[in-house]
């Protein structure tokens, strides 16, 4: 099983910490956000990472061309970058067999292995994809800025019935983990085609076919790290997990 981490974004409103450096190059308790990520792939056992470059590809490239991960990395450049994020997931399409399930990580998210690996070892039944939720609604750092997601339990499991930002009935936040069949990438030339060409247009395609499902990440630590504040709130804390890695 491939995993496929979207590292093509600026981070516009990170500028402050980041001083315009890729954001997944950004240091959280002495380690790098993408170090972090590599390190949980490694834990799950995923030994092939492909990474969807945009924004300073190059730098990106030149801090991981000694990485000491041992992980097989492939980098694909999404020259449209400035593009919604499904733009960037539907680039890893030539990197993927047609025959493997795959996983579809945000770079700027910092989560644990235990997190990922809840996701990857989910099925997928009739779903064509399946992501983590966070049903703790009341402990998420940035409520506004979140993916909400409404779910309704079935006897098939957990599906993902509504999927947008605005929501105002809803019981999850989506937490940027994915587990995906190969024909997902048709879900999102769909939505590159007839709606803006984002990874939740994408999903929404899904949820119109009832393909989507959920996995209820439970007691397991996250946060989407794309704000000054967050970074402030991430590093202010004790991530015991993190000491362990």
């Known amino acids: 099983m491939k995993l496929v981490i979207i590292a093509a974004g600026h981070g516009s409103r990170l500028r402050s910490v980041s001083h315009d450096m890729n954001k997944t190059l950004l240091t959280i308790h002495g380690k790098r956000l993408i170090d972090i ?8 056992g995923l030994q092939d ?7 300073q590809n190059q730098v990106l490239m030149q801090a991981l061309d000694n990485h000491s991960h041992n992980l097989k990395l492939t980098f694909i450049h999404n020259p449209d970058w400035q593009q919604p994020n499904g733009i960037s997931v539907l680039a890893a399409k030539p990197a993927i067999p047609k025959e493997e399930e795959y996983m579809i990580s945000m770079s700027d998210h ?7 690996e809840k996701i990857k070892n989910s099925s997928l039944g009739n779903n064509i994809a399946n992501v983590g939720l966070d049903f703790r609604i009341e402990k998420i750092f940035d409520l506004e800025d979140g993916m909400k997601v409404k ?15 605005k929501l105002l009935n809803y019981d999850a936040i989506d937490c940027g ?21 984002s990874l939740s247009d994408a999903c929404n395609v899904l949820i119109n076919d009832e ?9 397991e630590f996250w946060l989407d790290v ?3 504040e967050s970074v402030q709130y991430l590093q202010s804390i004790n991530i015991e997990w993190n000491n362990n890695d």
């Not at 994915?178 to 060409?197: E, H, M, P, T, W």
């Open 37 to 44: 990520l590599l390190n949980n792939a490694v834990k799950c």
């Open 49 to 55: 990472v492909v990474i969807i470059t945009g924004y």
């Open 110 to 116: 910092f989560y644990s292995a235990k997190l990922m």
């Open 151 to 165: 779910t309704l339990e079935t006897k098939e499991g957990l599906k993902v019935k509504k999927m947008d930002k």
């Open 177 to 197: 983990v994915f587990k995906c069949r190969y024909n997902f990438f048709q879900s999102l030339v769909i939505a590159k085609d007839k709606l803006k060409g």
């Open 211 to 219: 393909k989507m499902g959920g996995v209820d990440i439970g007691e």
């Open 226 to 228: 794309d704000t000054p």
